[in-house]
T-cell receptor, first 112, second 110 residues
């Protein structure tokens, strides 16, 4: 089944404790992206990747890192999480930016 | 960067009526405009998109119009059904970046 998966789906952590949210797609998509969704703010793009080893900042990259060592995986790294990073995070992928993006199920992160 | 504004934030319609959601954007270089539907507790899903070289696109009960001069685009849903109830997001893209509106919560009253 063609899909985008994220893990974990829910995470409660404390300020400063490094964490990684994984994202994987099995559709051979070139373009992958991370978004955060906050009430009243819609979706905001954190980072995106055009292909392996090619990543770039989105609208709200501060406090986040990403890597794209393999085509199928695009992990989001929070090296020192803070409470303002409490949010719902979505990974998405598509063949190209101008094609349909398929979203993962979301990861709800709470930073205490 | 790009600024996308979306209105209204909430919309209630009677089943069978039409619903219209409007978005404006600020960057004239934006050239791809998708619309996503997000049901409660679910992930966003693309329902329709339009590129800047097209003024209108239709898919069954859903249509999108684009006015590049005025920098606005709209989603039109005709013959609304209860299953159309969801949050709808517009987005604008230039190059590889996406900017989303703040969403419209649509309720279709049976």
């Amino acid at each position: 089944e063609a899909q985008v998966t994220q893990n974990p789906r829910y995470l409660i952590t404390v300020t400063g404790k490094k964490l990684t949210v994984t994202c994987s797609q099995n559709m051979n998509h070139e373009y992958m992206s991370w978004y955060r969704q906050d009430p009243g703010l819609g979706l905001r793009q954190i980072y995106y990747s055009m292909n392996v080893e090619v990543t770039d900042k989105g609208d709200v990259p501060e406090g986040y890192k990403v890597s794209r060592k393999e085509k199928r995986n695009f992990p989001l790294i929070l090296e020192s999480p803070s409470p303002n990073q409490t949010s719902l995070y979505f990974c998405a992928s598509s063949f190209a930016p101008y094609n349909e993006q398929f979203f993962g199920p979301g990861t709800r992160l709470t930073v205490l | 960067g790009e600024n996308v504004e979306q209105h209204p934030s909430t919309l209630s319609v009677q089943e069978g009526d039409s619903a219209v959601i409007k978005c404006t954007y600020s960057d004239s270089a934006s050239n791809y405009f998708p619309w996503y539907k997000q049901e409660l507790g679910k992930r966003p899903q693309l329902i329709i998109d339009i590129r800047s070289n097209v003024g209108e696109k239709k898919d069954q009960r859903i249509a999108v119009t684009l006015n590049k001069t005025a920098k606005h685009f709209s989603l039109h849903i005709t013959e609304t059904q209860p299953e159309d109830s969801a949050v709808y997001f517009c987005a604008a893209s230039r190059g590889n970046q996406f900017y989303f509106g703040t969403g419209t919560s649509l309720t279709v009253i049976p």
